[in-house]
């Protein structure tokens, strides 16, 4: 990743609640689950399904459950760590 690219994630995850929002969990937990989130959060279970699909696509986090319809694990992935690693401190 260079670092414009760093910079154009953090301003995409920025720019939505929901997303920081999930990276501030990933950065308290190991792995997470949208109905955790959501709980810990007080956002729909479906808000933050939507912002895992959004980090996901991004290649920010991976499912380390995808055979499962419900209760998915996400990880953070090496560019989500290198992101998070940005946001800290500053937005988190």
Known sequence: MTENSID?????????????ILMDSMKRHPFVRASD???EAS????NIS???KELE???LIQCLTPEKTTWRKYI???EGKTLLEKLDGKYL
């Open 43 to 46: 956002r729909s279970t479906q």
């Open 57 to 59: 696509s991004k290649g």
């Open 37 to 39: 989130i959501a709980h």
């Open 8 to 20: 154009e994630l953090v301003n995409w995850v920025i720019s939505v609640d929901r997303r920081l």
């Open 76 to 78: 953070l992935t090496e």
């Open 50 to 52: 939507h912002a895992l």
